[in-house]
């Protein structure tokens, strides 16, 4: 099976709530966001993303909050069902390149 | 993502083995990516290239040599695999226009021995 969630900080969360998952991102002059959802066995699916001159941004069931006085991205999920169990990881880019950095991502696991 | 491809899904090697990882994606994405995943890291970009007659090396290129045989096609390549790149890879592909998503394939996961 599937070992990227290893060695991964661990968010277990009760079926139907909400749960947040945070991000610190490391370059103040990224200008733009993604979150990517990696279940067992899959490549990173994307989810949400967001610019720098919005600090919300929602989609389904999903809310994406970037502060950039901290440098700090949010996903937060309502009503988590079990097939959001998952590794969850940011991503930052812009800056003058057109490459992402990926962080080591969130391991979320939904109890029914 | 069915758009983007990749093949072999799963390969065992030995020690200096040559070894090539391909890549399919019918987006119609002029870049394209290679990427290794290992367990607690997080993605790393090995190669990287913006249309065919151009390819770059990302932050751990060493080990490792690319050909990209047209648009929608990326290959990887391993000349004399080694155990240390024992990972899970991945090709994504994004349109250019700046900083953009990435969309990813299934992955490849390879084994040296």
């Known amino acids: 099976g599937e070992n990227v969630g290893l060695h991964l900080p661990t968010l277990s969360v009760q079926e139907g709530d909400n749960s947040i998952i945070n991000c610190a991102y490391s370059n103040s002059a990224s200008d733009y966001f993604i979150w990517y959802k990696q279940e067992s066995g899959k490549g990173p699916q994307f989810i949400i993303d967001i610019r720098s001159n919005m600090d919300k941004r929602q989609g389904q069931r999903v809310t994406v909050l970037l502060n950039k006085t901290v440098k700090h991205l949010s996903l937060q999920i309502a009503a988590t069902q079990p097939g959001d169990s998952a590794v969850y990881f940011c991503a930052e880019g812009g800056a003058g390149s057109y490459q992402l950095t990926f962080g080591k991502g969130t391991k979320l696991s939904v109890i029914p | 993502d069915a758009d983007v491809t990749q093949t072999p899904r799963n390969r065992i090697t030995k020690t200096g083995k040559r070894i090539m990882l391909e890549c399919s994606q019918t987006?119609?994405?002029?870049?394209m990516y290679w990427y290794r995943q290992d367990p607690g890291l997080g993605l790393r970009l090995i190669y990287y290239s913006f249309d065919v007659k151009d390819i770059n090396k990302g932050e751990i290129s060493d080990g490792y040599s690319v050909s990209r045989q047209a648009q929608a096609k990326f290959s990887l390549s391993l000349e004399s695999a080694i155990p240390n790149q024992t990972a899970l890879y991945f090709c994504?592909?994004?349109?250019?226009?700046?900083?953009?998503?990435?969309?990813f394939g299934p992955g490849t996961r390879l084994t040296v021995l």
């Open positions: 987006k119609g994405h002029d870049r």
């Open positions: 994504a592909t994004s349109v250019a226009r700046g900083t953009d998503t990435q969309y």
